[in-house]
């Protein structure tokens, strides 16, 4: 028997055929392979639950999100005429904010999760649908939906984990330009979508000469595109059509996109790493079997408490961990799968990774400060352990 | 998206303007702004509100539509695509518009008969209102009437496939055809017929011949049983000379085929098949069928399997990512035919929907535009 995961203390260990009471770390949960098939069945049945049950009030809501979103866009661009008034100028910056948070967040990224495939509506298709940001959506989906959500936490497969240029976990190797960690995870944040374009460059392949021209320039063809609209309509179009008030209105579209970027940069970052969450190895992972892969996207994710209001501006990211269960579900039912999911842990002694935003924002810049310097200095964080009883064979 | 509809042409000055709003609403397209006042307030995409409602006879129910200036109008015998709501998801379904090609309010006219499973053509019977806004494609399809208008003309139909002929005749009455017109339709009981009045109206019309048949009501009918070359020397004595449009049940189409190539004129005939209802999906999955990979021209044999396995087995390499349903990668329409999700077990017929080909196997023979 080959047993795993051990969430960042992890320990691989090779054992014996092992009773569940006869653990390798004392304290560490144990799963059993039924056990995980069975964590496995009960999600299914859950999401099987929730398609059977998805019609028009799901339709209704996402049509709603979207006029909200659109009336906030034309408020704010409005707003931008009258910059004599300051209040109302502000007022415009903040519902120009909002309509991009909007946008992103519970609309754009949702969509293109396929959340809404099942309406069969051209504008909320996740293949045709694009979002106000300089990311252009095919490549998005690549990283985002295909590689983040299929090697969800592992090390070395799923680039979300430090971006190519953070380190975010003690199983990253560390070097000296780590130190930086703290500056570059600002100007992350500062830049957010443009980091976001950047992400399926692969910027540390680049640098160390693994990826050419041949690889990049497709992409580029892409960012020129999308990215070359954005610009064009926020920072030439909108403010020409304010005349005399250019300048405040660029200023003004500019301030909406740093809003939006320190906002969408705190909320993903909050999904992933917090202490107490997983991250996991190739070799734990390969051939997972679907219980497996339910179980790793459970330990690899947090969730945010917060308001009604507050996960509809999070996208309901704020459920990362049944977002990571069910991506293709629309994520304004994820507040209602949360209470069984988490039922769904305590049976089984899992973690279930919630807290205040203040708390999960801390400890993530906690980890950005901490992994700046080698485990050497700073050991590695002690979290709960799971250990999964995989199929003999498996190693 | 957010493209200006190619082939329209617009004024340079309007064009420019229109090009200023796609950028200012870039990336969603002018349509996500301006629907949200009015639903037919659109830049490119071509809907239509449903303006009145008739329900004439059980189990059906006729519709004025009023496009969006996007409509180019249509032929009479075409058919529209109209994409209607049920319970939060767009279905497509094709209709013929029965109202004549030069109805002078621009409106088209569907009537809808609603079948027993039909969940498009119950929820029209059961819940249209005016008011109503549906998708509406621009009309496309052979069947229709040439021009210049041959000099004689016999039309022929058999339950629902009325409407197409009926827009046929609409449209030459209103033309003031010079020629002679007769127009044979089968119902199965007087109470199945629907625009019973209008058609007495066209009877009267000079040049035209009007004959109903009810196949399942000896005597009701102006013509007995079912289609016989009888009839068709009743009500068109000069049937040779004359060009026919038929459009009805597949038994009743053969009979009419029959008729004409053992009179030597099969050449005359002009025919179009009811537009299929999405079959039911088969209650089993026996592995049977051919899969057709129709962008690549490759067809192979179904082996049960997901479709992605099948196209990489059948030598294609189509885009994939997650092989496990989350990442939409691999996402491809489908054609035709059916397929079962492997997630959810639900299966599904409806032609050109997108699916995810890694978590989808087909049910006997589809076609994927891979």
Redesign the interface.
């Known amino acids: 028997m080959f047993a795993l995961l051990g969430p960042l203390g992890r320990t691989i260990t090779r054992r014996e055929p092992a009773r569940r009471d006869d653990d390798a770390r004392p304290g560490a949960v144990v799963l059993s392979r039924e056990d995980v098939e069975e964590i496995g069945r009960e999600l299914d049945a859950l999401r099987a639950e929730t398609v059977a049950d998805l019609g028009a009030a799901d339709r209704k809501y996402i049509y709603d999100v979207i006029k909200v979103q659109r009336g906030m866009e034309v408020a704010g661009r409005a707003a931008m005429y009258v910059p004599f008034l300051p209040p109302v100028w502000l007022a415009g910056v903040g519902a120009l904010s909002l309509s991009k948070i909007l946008d992103n967040m519970e609309i754009g990224h949702n969509v293109m999760h396929g959340q809404y495939d099942w309406m069969r509506e051209r504008g909320l298709n996740s293949r045709e649908f694009e979002w106000d940001t300089v990311c252009p959506a095919d490549q998005w989906r690549h990283s985002h939906n295909y590689m983040h959500h299929t090697f969800t936490n592992i090390v070395g497969k799923d680039r979300d984990i430090g971006y190519g240029i953070l380190r975010m976990d003690p199983d990253q190797r560390w070097y000296p330009h780590h130190l930086g960690n703290p500056l570059f995870a600002a100007m992350l944040m500062v830049l957010f979508e443009w980091g976001v374009m950047l992400h399926d460059l692969e910027i540390e392949n680049v640098v160390q000469g693994k990826r050419g021209w041949a690889d990049i320039k497709p992409l580029a063809v892409g960012w020129w595109r999308k990215a070359g609209r954005q610009v064009l309509k926020d920072y030439a179009v909108f403010p020409a059509l304010t005349g005399p008030f250019f300048v405040t209105t660029l200023v003004g579209n500019g301030a909406a996109n740093l809003v939006r970027n320190l906002w969408t940069f705190s909320i993903i970052f909050c999904g992933h790493f917090p202490t107490g969450v997983a991250s996991f190895s190739e070799e734990e992972t390969a051939d997972e079997s679907r219980g497996e892969w339910y179980v790793r996207q459970m330990l690899g994710s947090a969730n945010i408490a917060g308001s009604p209001l507050f996960h509809v501006l999070s996208g309901n990211l704020s459920h990362q961990i049944e977002h990571h269960l069910f991506p293709d579900l629309p994520a304004h039912r994820y507040p209602q799968l949360a209470p069984r999911v988490e039922d769904i842990c305590s049976r089984y002694g899992l973690p279930y990774n919630t807290g205040g935003f203040l708390r999960q924002i801390g400890s993530v810049w906690g980890k950005i400060f901490r992994f700046a310097l080698p485990n050497a200095l700073v050991g590695r964080p002690g979290v709960p352990t799971v250990v999964i009883e995989r199929s003999s064979g498996a190693a | 998206?957010g493209q200006i509809a190619a082939g329209r042409p617009v004024a340079p000055m309007l064009g420019r303007l229109v090009g200023?709003f796609e950028?200012?609403a870039?990336?969603?397209g002018v349509?996500?702004?301006t629907e949200?006042i009015a639903p037919t307030v659109t830049a490119n995409e071509l809907r239509a509100r449903v303006t009145d409602v008739h329900r004439e006879v059980a189990d059906s129910v006729t519709l004025q539509l009023r496009p969006t200036r996007q409509w180019r109008g249509f032929r009479a015998g075409q058919f529209v695509r109209v994409g209607v709501?049920v319970?939060?998801?767009?279905?497509?379904r094709c209709f013929s518009p029965c109202g004549s090609e030069h109805a002078d309010d621009g409106r088209l006219e569907l009537t809808v008969k609603a079948h027993p499973s039909g969940l498009v053509s119950r929820e029209l019977l059961e819940r249209a209102e005016p008011g109503l806004m549906v998708d509406l494609e621009q009309a496309a399809g052979e069947f229709h009437l040439p021009r210049p208008r041959p000099r004689d003309i016999v039309l022929i139909s058999g339950g629902s496939g009325i409407t197409p002929v009926l827009a046929m005749l609409r449209t030459l009455v209103d033309e003031r055809h010079e020629g002679r017109v007769a127009f044979l339709h089968y119902v199965s009981r007087p109470d199945d017929l629907v625009h019973a009045g209008e058609l007495r109206r066209l009877g009267k019309a000079l040049g035209v011949t009007v004959a109903v048949g009810c196949t399942g009501t000896p005597g009701a009918g102006d013509v007995d049983g079912h289609f016989t070359a009888e009839h068709l020397a009743q009500a068109a004595p000069w049937v040779r000379g004359a060009q026919s449009y038929l459009c009805g049940p597949a038994r009743m189409m053969t009979a009419v085929r029959e008729v004409y190539d053992g009179m030597g004129i099969g050449g005359n005939l002009h025919t179009e098949a009811f537009e299929a209802a999405p079959a039911a999906p088969p209650a089993d999955d026996d592995v049977r069928g051919t899969v057709t990979f129709s962008a690549s021209g490759v067809d192979a044999a179904n082996t049960g399997d997901v479709l992605l396995e099948q196209a990489e087995a059948a030598g294609l390499s189509p885009e994939y990512?997650?092989r496990?349903?989350?990442?939409?990668?691999c996402?491809a329409v489908r054609r035709s035919g059916c397929t079962r999700n492997a997630?959810?077990?639900?299966a599904d017929a409806e032609p050109d929907?997108?699916i995810?080909l890694c978590i989808n196997r087909p049910v006997g023979d589809v076609d994927i535009a891979v």
């Open positions: 998206m200023l950028t200012m870039t990336p969603h349509d996500r702004y949200l709501v319970d939060g998801v767009r279905h497509t990512g997650c496990m349903g989350i990442c939409f990668s996402t997630l959810t077990g639900k929907q997108p995810q």
